[in-house]
């Protein structure tokens, strides 16, 4: 079962396990609609990877780095399972489908032979990107660092398939379907890239990157984030007055 955290109907905040969509703490099971699903971690920071597909440089028009590409999400930008994320206003903003590495302990300098030893688990996340603005800065922070533009969760796999399935789906239509295979830098070259420049925290996420098929959100879409053998992420969208 993978670890959840979640709001029972009490209003007490928990760390359980979520099996077949019943939530379980202790004696007691909820169906999953009967609980609020916080997000499963509290990063201090999340480390985004850009361009780590191939074909989703082609499609930005933009060459495949030769060393990871390196940005940050601050804490305000995590949502979680079941939220309503609040677009900005008359901007274009797309969805990126990305796997999330999740950080067991303090680290830093991992050699990446032994960077198993330092992730708590797989999740998946969407990389919400305001288009409009990364495209006119440098750091990118209009870009990506708004309120709500990390959604993540539901909960943490303590493992992946090798070569699992990605996908994205608004309003059922699927928009980005590729595997983590066609990683350019697979997670232990990552965690051994972010640690060699910074100390990272538990709960810390490595969010490794999003295959081609990105696309536009707009109020009232549903989006579901899939990757294989992990608990699907399902958010919902709205436009800022």
């Known amino acids: 079962m993978d670890a959840i955290r979640f709001r029972d109907p ?34 201090s920071k999340i480390v985004c990877v850009g361009r780590n597909y191939a074909e989703h440089a082609d499609e930005r028009g933009e060459d495949i780095p030769d060393r990871p590409l390196l940005f940050l999400k601050p804490p305000n930008a995590v949502a979680s399972h079941g939220s309503t994320v609040t677009l900005p206003a008359d901007k274009r903003i797309e969805h990126e489908a990305e796997l999330a590495v999740v950080i067991d302990r303090q ?68 928009r980005q379907s590729s595997t983590i295979g066609k990683f350019i830098f697979d997670v232990p070259t990552l965690i051994a890239e972010v640690t060699e420049y910074m100390t990272l925290q538990p709960g810390d996420i490595i969010s490794t990157g999003t295959p081609e098929g990105v696309g536009p959100l707009e109020g009232g879409d549903h989006v579901e984030v899939d990757v294989e053998g992990l608990a699907t992420l399902e958010h919902d969208c709205r436009r800022a007055e």
């Open 10 to 43: 009490a209003g007490a905040i928990r760390d359980g396990r979520l099996h077949d969509d019943h939530v379980h703490f202790g004696e007691d099971a909820y169906d999953l609609d009967q609980v609020d699903v916080l997000a499963p971690c509290e990063p």
């Open 107 to 174: 680290c830093k300098d991992v050699a990446p032979e032994d960077a198993e030893d330092v992730i708590r688990g797989y999740t998946c996340l969407n990389d919400i990107s305001n288009r409009d603005d990364q495209d006119r800065e440098q750091n990118w922070v209009r870009g990506k660092a708004f309120d709500g533009a990390a959604p993540v969760g539901p909960a943490i796999a303590e493992s992946v398939p090798e070569d699992a399935g990605i996908e994205l789906r608004v309003n059922g239509e699927v």
